[in-house]
């Protein structure tokens, strides 16, 4: 069964969902980034604090010849300032950035090859892969349009419902499956109800309401599990890089609340914002309700697939409890994804020719160059040092410990968040703020997480993330739309995030600031 009553053009999302792969090279900002490159490796001399941090990490060992681990420490730092150049302008096509990553570390004889391969191997490498195939397996059987069709129908035919009811209708599911797919499920749909309200009514802040409410709701959902986006997975890495393992359901408890909280907010505030014409939509949603029954009821194929993808869920929230205890350890995020994907095509509900044509590769590939990047910004020293230079300009500030640097570190990520992919924010500064974090003896958990959960408020662009491109693409909103709910959006974000920090993570859930667990 297949839906195709209504489709509209995505020609132009398809290349703004795939992060901008089928970009080729920019030979200007390529030259600026080489250049920077070249200026900060070669050039500029090694700071002596590079070679001062070197000794406190490296010194004891008699084997290690520090100023090597100096000049590691400064290629670090140069192949990061780089990366950044890059991920901000995409100016090279992002993988071909993910595995510049590991041939810089190669070359330079920063990481061995044996290392360097594990570090493209990590399970939230295997997450975000197994993620994309399941998800993939999910739209081949239409799963995903007859959920957000059902999702309208039921939120009733008052447009505020119908506002409430797409948020929730995209949060929901974002928390599990990529905001791409969601955001592309639903934009069909509210096209429909658009479309079939204006040819009666004129109503262009409708379509700008509809289409603008998919996009936030993707946005907010993402934070609440740990599956909610590579920039969580990243972040589940970098801890795990630490030894710290945060599970399944303490990342929902500590997510969930912000997800609610924004879902109220944006449920009043986005109607005001882009006031409809109409206030019932009773006509274009019976059309939907009507064209959902012409489908009749669930194939066993697609009850298979919900079995299945119910089955991944439910193992990734016992993880670290029941599959443990059964097992003697836990799979793991990306393990548990890879083995619901494996499933699939054991089962015969899908084959390697479908996921080497509706899964990402590129994707894949840029996530696994972002863990190698945390991981080598972590072995060489580069974020302690990084640590420590910031560390020194916000102490006389008093923001260099406890919750003040938890929020400081949120800010840094909900402006960062604007000028690269969430995924690049937290690649790039996540092993900074989480050696920070145990340098000025704060609780990694709550700088990490809130670090995963501020690069989720990319309001202000239009190319802010992936859900934003598609529904841009639709054609009823323009990028002022974006910076006008982003003025008001933006800052109530990032203000309620910084309350759940005080009084939901440390006051009621009792995670100590100077704590390094949960």
């Not at 400064?74 to 890059?86: D, E, H, I, Y």
């Not at 109220?264 to 939907?288: G, N, Q």
Request: net charge neutral; with cysteine.
């Amino acid at each position: 069964m297949k839906f195709t009553t209504f489709h509209i053009p995505m020609s132009d999302s398809n290349n703004n969902n795939s992060g901008g792969f089928a970009k080729t090279t920019d030979f200007k900002w390529l030259g600026i980034g080489l250049l920077v490159f070249i200026l900060i490796a070669f050039i500029m001399p090694t700071p002596e604090s590079m070679t001062q941090k070197a000794q406190e990490l490296f010194g004891s060992d008699a084997s290690m010849d520090v100023s090597q681990k100096a000049t590691h420490i400064q290629l670090t730092m140069a192949l990061l300032a780089m990366c950044v150049v890059f991920f901000a302008t995409e100016a090279v096509p992002m993988p071909a950035v993910a595995l510049l990553i590991g041939l810089v570390q190669l070359f330079f004889g920063i990481t061995e090859p044996g290392m360097l391969a594990k570090t493209y191997a990590h399970d939230a490498v295997w997450f975000i892969a197994g993620s994309l195939a399941l998800g993939a397996t999910l739209v081949k059987y239409g799963l995903d349009k007859r959920v957000g069709m059902l999702v309208v129908s039921l939120a009733g035919t008052k447009t505020r419902n119908i506002v409430i009811g797409i948020l929730l209708g995209t949060a929901i599911p974002t928390a599990f499956v990529g905001e791409h797919a969601v955001a592309a499920m639903y934009v069909p749909i509210a096209m429909a109800l658009y479309t079939l309200t204006n040819k009666s009514t004129p109503a262009p802040r409708l379509g700008t309401l509809l289409m603008i409410t998919i996009a936030v709701g993707c946005m907010i959902g993402g934070p609440m599990s740990p599956t909610g986006g590579a920039r969580n997975a990243l972040m589940i890495g970098f801890l795990s890089n630490m030894g710290i393992d945060i599970s399944f359901m303490e990342w929902v408890t500590m997510g969930v609340a912000y997800t609610i909280i924004m879902s109220v907010v944006m449920a009043f505030l986005l109607p005001l914002l882009f006031k409809p014409e109409v206030d019932d939509l009773s006509e274009a949603v019976d059309f939907l309700k009507k064209d959902l029954e012409k489908h009749g009821a669930m194939t066993g194929k697609q009850k298979l697939v919900a079995a299945i993808m119910g089955l991944v869920v439910f193992l990734w929230i016992t993880d670290k409890t029941l599959v443990a205890g059964l097992l003697g350890f836990s799979l793991g995020l990306g393990g548990i994804a890879i083995s619901g994907a494996v499933l699939y095509m054991l089962s015969g509900l899908t084959s390697w020719k479908d996921y080497e044509d509706r899964v990402s590769w590129g994707v894949i590939v840029l996530y696994a160059g972002c863990i190698s990047l945390g991981i080598v910004f972590k072995n060489t020293g580069a974020s302690s040092w990084f640590a420590d230079q910031i560390m020194d300009m916000v102490a006389p500030l008093g923001l260099d410990s406890g919750v003040g640097l938890v929020i400081l570190m949120c800010c840094i990520g909900a402006v960062l968040t604007n000028l690269m992919s969430a995924g690049a924010t937290v690649a790039v500064i996540g092993p900074v703020v989480l050696d920070m974090a145990v340098a000025s003896n704060t609780n990694p958990i709550l700088v990490g997480v809130g670090l995963a959960i501020a690069t989720s408020m990319a309001y202000w662009l239009v190319i802010g993330t992936p859900a934003s491109s598609i529904v841009y693409a639709s054609g009823q909103l323009e990028s002022k739309d974006f910076i006008r709910m982003a003025t008001l959006g933006w800052p109530i974000a990032l203000f309620a995030l910084s309350v759940i920090i005080v009084l939901y993570w440390v006051g009621v859930l009792g995670i100590d600031p100077a704590g390094m667990g949960f």
